[in-house]
C-alpha cells in the first residue's frame, strides 16, 4: 500500500476577511460549496475549512496547487458530516491518473482551522 499525506493549518479571521470578496468566493470554492456555506448561515470556519482541505489535498497529490483550478476541488460533507472530496475538470482528471483514494479530516479551535489529507492507493 502506498500512502501520502497533505496537511495545511489557516487562521478563521484571515478567511472571514478574504470572503468578503465575491471574486475570492469564486475563485475557490465551488458551487456546493458556496450553497452549503450560505446553508450554514454563513460562518468563516466552514470555508477555512474547504480552503485548507484543498491544499492538503495538493500536497498529498504531490503537485501543490498547479494544474487545475481551486473549485474544481468539491469538499462535501456525507449524512455524518465526514468530509469527503469531490473533483471536476483537471483536478478530477490528475487524480485519475494519480490511481489514488483521498480521505479527509477537518478541525478548528476558536481561531485555526486545520485540514488533513491521506492519499492512499492499495
Not at 500500500?1 to 496537511?7: A, D, F, I, K, S
Not at 492538503?56 to 469538499?75: C, D, I, N, Q, Y
Amino acid at each position: 500500500m502506498q500512502l501520502r499525506t497533505g496537511v495545511d493549518m489557516l487562521e478563521i479571521s484571515r478567511m472571514a476577511r478574504s470572503i468578503q470578496n465575491p471574486r475570492f468566493l469564486r475563485h475557490c470554492f465551488s458551487e456546493e460549496e458556496q450553497r452549503e456555506f450560505l446553508r450554514r448561515g454563513g460562518p468563516p470556519n466552514f470555508l477555512a475549512g474547504c480552503f485548507c482541505v484543498k491544499e492538503a489535498f495538493s500536497k498529498a497529490l504531490g503537485t501543490g496547487v498547479r494544474g487545475f483550478a481551486l473549485p474544481e476541488v468539491s469538499v462535501l460533507r456525507d449524512k455524518l458530516g465526514k468530509p469527503t472530496l469531490a473533483f471536476t475538470g483537471n483536478a478530477e482528471r490528475l487524480v485519475l491518473e494519480s490511481g489514488l483514494s483521498f480521505d479527509a479530516s477537518i478541525t478548528h479551535t476558536k481561531e485555526y482551522v486545520l485540514g488533513f489529507v491521506v492519499a492512499y492507493r492499495e
